[in-house]
């Protein structure tokens, strides 16, 4: 249990889990778009209420700029002009004290002269104001400045007389006489801000509540199907499963459950033919052994039998023994066909020269079915081949011609070639093979007629073994045959060997 949860973690922190990178994919598509969000809006905010708050005092001060023209504000002082209004210069300066309160922030007037000529902090008046802004703004460029880090918005606007000739090009375009520099506090935008925040972290957090139960749903919903995959194979690994298993869920996991059937099928196939193969094996080894013990017995059962007997019975054991000989050979031959990395000793060799010398070492048991053999060639053929397995091909199908013929029957040995194969065709006049075990014979231990194959000391492993060799050398091997007619086998194979 802790070793599975300790697993999972460890799949998890390497992100080779695919449930892993499902839950975290989800949780980064859910979770990083909110905060962003969160930070872009707030930013928005943050801007768009700055500018407002801006072009609010921006236009009230432009209001109080014009009263400060049409009330010569700077051109007369309570102490120097009689005429003076005092009356005015207070509405004016209460105008300012109430921007200036209702902004949380100051406003200094600065005549052209650079002084400050009024002050709503009432520190500066008297004072000369040397600041680049103002400067500038005497020069005719606004300024606006937004201190986010110090919490205040700072602006000058020039307090322009249209009524007054410029000095400088005596065009009649308005003259700058005086400069209001105001700063204001952005607090009430942070306290907005602030609120606005506290309600977005709480949204962020619910969302990410809800995105860690969605990126958890969703990522053991999605593997689930690819789990009970595992889990059928699984069952199937344990012995106690059924002969397919089926998952369904996605495509792609019933292409992978089909893919498994597939491989299940074939393992069974192959397991079935092991199966087969040894108890094939077991029958046929055994069959000898019985009917030498069965011979054995029969002689000591006789107390005193006479000695022909013996030597009879011993003869007969002796042909058992070889019998049970050739079957361990065939076996082992076909053992050897059967290796992974097949060793063939590919050389060039006159084929004429090896039938002829195949039908030579044949030709006493044709003689003794008086079978007659004939060899016909149509050229001489070389070839590259492994000469053992090729005579190994050649003999199986000639001696199985002379064997499974009639008395006085005859067996054609054809050989012929074209530009890239050379053809070896057996034809007889023998017993023939019936239709439907023609798709058989080339199967370990098949035998048409079991009896008489045993009585003429076949295995059954014989055309097993040929076309191995055959498919060795990357040929093929045809048969057709009429039952009580004959029968004609075709090999097919390369003049050059090509390795694959
Ligand atoms: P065996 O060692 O018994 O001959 P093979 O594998 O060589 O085994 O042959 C398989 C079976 O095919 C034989 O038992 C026989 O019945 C049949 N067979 C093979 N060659 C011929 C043939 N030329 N004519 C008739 N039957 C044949």
Redesign the pocket.
Known sequence: MFKSIFQELAQLVSLRSLRARIFLFILLAGVVPCVFMRYAILDNYEERAAAQREATVRNQLLVVGNHLLSNNYFQTRPSEEAGYSSASRDVIDAELEVISNLYEGRVLIVDSSLKVVKDTYGISEGKTMISEEVIQCFQGETSSYYDKEHGYIEMTLPIEDSGAVSAQDGQDTGRIVGVMLTSISNESIVTTMEVLNRQAVLLENLMFVCVVAIALVASMGLTRPLSQVTDAINKVQAGYAQESISVPGYSETVHIVDAFNQLLKRMKALDDTRQEFVANVSHELKTPMTSVKVLADSLLAQEDAPAELYREFLSDIVSEIDRENQIIN?LLALVRMDKKVQELNIASVNINELTELILKRLRPIARKKDVELVFESMRQVTAEVDEVKMTLIMT??V???I???KEHGWVKVELDADHQYFTFQ?S?S????PED?LT???????????S???E???????????KSAVLMHHGAIK?S?VEGE??C?VVKIPLTYIEQ
Request: glycine fraction near 16%; hydrophobic fraction near 35%.
């Open positions: 065939d199986n199908l001696e199985n011609a064997k499974y013929n057996v007889d023998g017993l023939g093979i075990a058989h014979i080339y199967e370990r231990f098949y035998r048409v007629d079991k008489h194959s045993r003429i000391g076949g295995t059954g492993l014989g055309l097993a073994i040929t048969v045959s004959g029968s086998f």
